[in-house]
C-alpha cells in the first residue's frame, strides 16, 4: 500500500509564492512518474505538473514559467514551487503517484488546499 501525503498549502496573496511537498511511503517498487492535479469547485481536476522517473516535466498551459515541479528521488519526495500566483490557482491540489510492478498503479494524496487572495 502506498499512502501520499501532501503539505505547504495555505492562504496566499495574488502575486505570492507557495511550496507544496508530497511525500510517498510504502509498496513502492517502481515510480513511473509523479506530478500535482488541482481541483477548483465545481470543476474537474485537471493536471498541472509532472515529472517522470527521467526527470522530463510536463506542465499545463496555465501555469508554464510560474510553476515548477521537482523531485527528490531518494526521499520519494516531489515538490511544487508555485510562484506568480493568481487568484484562479485556487483549488485543492492532488498529488498524485504512477507506479508499475506487473500492473500499473495510481495513487492519490488526501488533497492540501491553496487559496490565493486579491
Known amino acids: 500500500q502506498v499512502q501520499l501525503v501532501e503539505s505547504g498549502g495555505g492562504l496566499v496573496q495574488a502575486g505570492g509564492s507557495l511550496r507544496l511537498s508530497c511525500v510517498a511511503s510504502?509498496?513502492?517498487?517502481?515510480?513511473?512518474?509523479m506530478g500535482w492535479y488541482r481541483q477548483a469547485p465545481g470543476k474537474q481536476r485537471e493536471l498541472v505538473a509532472r515529472?517522470?522517473?527521467?526527470?522530463?516535466?510536463t506542465y499545463a498551459d496555465s501555469v508554464k514559467g510560474r510553476f515548477t515541479i521537482s523531485r527528490e528521488n531518494a526521499k520519494n519526495t516531489v515538490y511544487l514551487q508555485m510562484n506568480s500566483l493568481k487568484i484562479e490557482d485556487t483549488g485543492v491540489y492532488y498529488c498524485?503517484?504512477?507506479?508499475?510492478?506487473?500492473?500499473?498503479?495510481?495513487?492519490w494524496g488526501q488533497g492540501t488546499q491553496v487559496t490565493v487572495s486579491s
Open positions: 498524485n503517484l504512477i507506479a508499475s510492478f506487473m500492473s500499473v498503479q495510481n495513487y
Open positions: 510504502g509498496r513502492i517498487f517502481s515510480i513511473n512518474a
Open positions: 515529472i517522470s522517473s527521467t526527470g522530463l516535466t
